[in-house]
């Protein structure tokens, strides 16, 4: 039985209470989706990356977070040309920003237990660790 976006895995239960998730047409745009910005992402110049690096344990997952995001964002717009109320607006806004923050912190963790665990084993540990306290602190100065 698939499992409902808001599902917690392997429980069956709801991680929203009831009556406060997003409305029927964000839920229905929660589905799978192809990225249409794929690959877009800005790149730090001169980093060392490969593709085994960029794909950590918790790969799959952040997509999925990411297309849930892209459903939700394209809900706020639909809910903003459809003149929804302000505040419901809002609330999906930061439905969005936690969810985006949440999925960055996946990638931090697989970044340190993939990226920086293999610098720190190939003896290049001070250069990754500089690297990873840079992005933490631009991350923590965006939220």
Same mark, same amino acid.
């Given at each position: 039985?698939?499992?409902?976006?808001?599902?917690?895995?392997?429980?069956?239960?709801?991680?929203?209470?009831?009556?406060?998730?997003?409305?029927? +047409?964000?839920?229905?745009?929660?589905?799978?989706?192809?990225?249409?910005?794929?690959?877009?992402?800005?790149?730090?110049?001169?980093?060392?990356?490969?593709?085994?690096?960029?794909?950590?344990?918790? +790969?799959?997952?952040?997509?999925?977070?990411?297309?849930?995001?892209?459903?939700?964002?394209?809900?706020?717009?639909?809910?903003?040309?459809?003149?929804?109320?302000?505040?419901?607006?809002?609330?999906?806004?930061?439905?969005?920003?936690?969810?985006?923050?949440?999925?960055?912190?996946?990638?931090?963790?697989? +970044?340190?237990?993939?990226?920086?665990?293999?610098?720190?084993?190939?003896?290049?540990?001070?250069?990754?660790?500089?690297?990873?306290?840079?992005?933490?602190?631009?991350?923590a100065r965006s939220v």
């Amino acid at each position: 039985m698939p499992r409902g976006p808001y599902e917690k895995p392997g429980t069956g239960r709801s991680l929203v209470p009831p009556g406060t998730g997003p409305p029927a +047409h964000v839920r229905r745009l929660l589905a799978d989706q192809a990225m249409p910005n794929w690959g877009t992402a800005i790149e730090t110049p001169g980093a060392d990356r490969t593709e085994e690096a960029a794909m950590g344990t918790n +790969h799959d997952g952040i997509l999925r977070r990411l297309r849930r995001i892209e459903g939700q964002v394209t809900g706020i717009r639909k809910m903003q040309e459809d003149g929804r109320y302000c505040i419901d607006v809002l609330d999906q806004i930061s439905a969005a920003r936690a969810g985006l923050e949440a999925t960055a912190l996946l990638i931090l963790e697989d +970044h340190v237990n993939g990226c920086v665990r293999e610098a720190i084993e190939e003896g290049k540990g001070e250069e990754k660790a500089a690297e990873l306290l840079e992005a933490v602190g631009r991350f923590a100065r965006s939220v």
